[in-house]
């Protein structure tokens, strides 16, 4: 009889049993392991998501200091924060006037996350060809083609019809008016237009600020500014201006004009009592450089005021001219024929409240005035109201005063003029977020 060995069949059980042990201990081995990575990747998930909303509180906090600054700061800043497992910190460098690069750089818990804003900027009046407090008596017509952004707190005029058509936009059309007057049926609007919509004020215009910055001058607050009191003559030839002023002792002084240049002309409390008023007459002149007058009363514009580099021919051309008045910006009964003004323009009307700011020509309701040349505007066109140029007769045709061509200077949307008034309390617009890349971890 043939003997089996069961013995053989014991050990291959046991052997069988054992590798499947190995193996369920291997499975248990791979289910931890991806157990532990799921929790670690999903830990750093966390600690990215909480180091990419440090490195936003850094940009809020810089931005906050743009906006605080009335969309002005002086200098490169760097703010830094830190907690028991985060922290931040951001950089803010100037890359122009009112222009910012923001770069921020967040941590939690050994990770690390990065945010960049390439340009933040301040919205300025510049934004607009055309914003006007109350717009009386200004109405677009049939051939009108505005290609910058257009606000009127008080409700546009328009006209139209089916036979002529009616003024095209090419850019935002705005008035906190809930209303418009006249037919807008045959008007082309390309980015819309909205009613009930405020654009800011004039009145937030701090001409004290403005004052207070061009009389701090010097490198250690990075402000080109000149301070002068009562009655001023200038006339800009080149990167020069050259200056009258009676307190000063100043005639035909020559002053170099320096980079984001600031002029700032007060009223005087002693002297002369008709020279006291802060006015300035701005004789014909070519700016090349960057420059910004600002009165207490009028800016009165005796001539031609141009650039070396015209803009319209030279695109990258950076002369650029503000005048800002806090009455008005008047065309002097010296200009007997047509007038070329290349610059941004805000008659902001706070010196008198019975007295709204206005673009407009002196002695312009004076019978002896007779028909002028056309003025024609580069630039963007600032008034708490709509001043008066010419007058026509019943059937619209001219009688006195000037014609008006109007263009917009589409640099100033994002090149305005040094110190030029924010739209609203320091508003800003922001181009160009990059995307949030690790920094390490």
Known sequence: MKKVNTNNKAGFALMSTMGYMVLCFSFAGIVINAANEHVRKATQA??????????????????QTISDGGGYVDDNVTVYYKGSR????????????????????????????????????LTSFGDYFMWIGNNAGLNFHVYDEIYGKVHSDAAINFRSSSILGGATFWDEVTSIAGKHNGSIDYVTFHKGYDWNTPQGSLADIN?????????????????????????TNMRIVGDDVYITNERKGWVDERVTINPDQLIYVSDATSGNASTRGGNVYLDSGSLDGQ???????????????????????????????????????????????????????????????????????????????????????????????????????????????????????????????????????????????????????
């Open 86 to 121: 985060g922290s931040y910190s951001a950089d803010l460098t100037k890359i122009g006037w009112g222009k910012y690069e923001i770069k921020s750089l967040g941590a939690h818990d050994g990770l690390a996350r990065r945010i960049g804003v390439k340009e933040v900027r």
């Open 291 to 441: 420059l910004t007058i600002v009165s207490d009363e009028d800016i009165f514009i005796e001539g031609d005021l141009l650039y070396d580099e015209n803009p319209i021919d030279y695109p990258e051309s950076d002369d650029v001219l503000g005048l800002i008045s806090k009455d008005d910006v008047r065309v002097s009964t010296k200009v007997k024929s047509g007038l070329d003004i290349y610059a941004a323009i805000v008659a902001a009307g706070q010196k008198d409240t019975n007295n709204p700011g206005e673009f407009n020509a002196v002695d312009v309701g004076s019978s002896t005035m007779g028909i002028r040349g056309n003025i024609n505007l580069y630039g963007s066109l600032t008034q708490d109201s709509q001043g008066i140029l010419n007058y026509k007769d019943s059937n619209g045709v001219r009688v006195r005063g000037f014609g008006k061509n109007f263009f917009y200077d589409p640099r100033l949307k994002e090149n305005p003029p040094a110190y030029y008034p924010a739209i609203g309390s320091g508003s800003l617009t922001f181009k160009g977020w990059s995307e949030w890349t690790d920094a390490g971890g």
């Open 46 to 63: 966390v600690s990215r998501e909480a180091a990419s909303y440090l490195a936003e509180a850094g940009i809020e906090e810089l931005v």
């Open 207 to 231: 001409f004290d600020n403005l004052k207070n910055l061009a009389a701090t001058a010097g490198v250690s607050s990075g402000v080109n500014g000149l301070t002068l009191e009562g009655k």
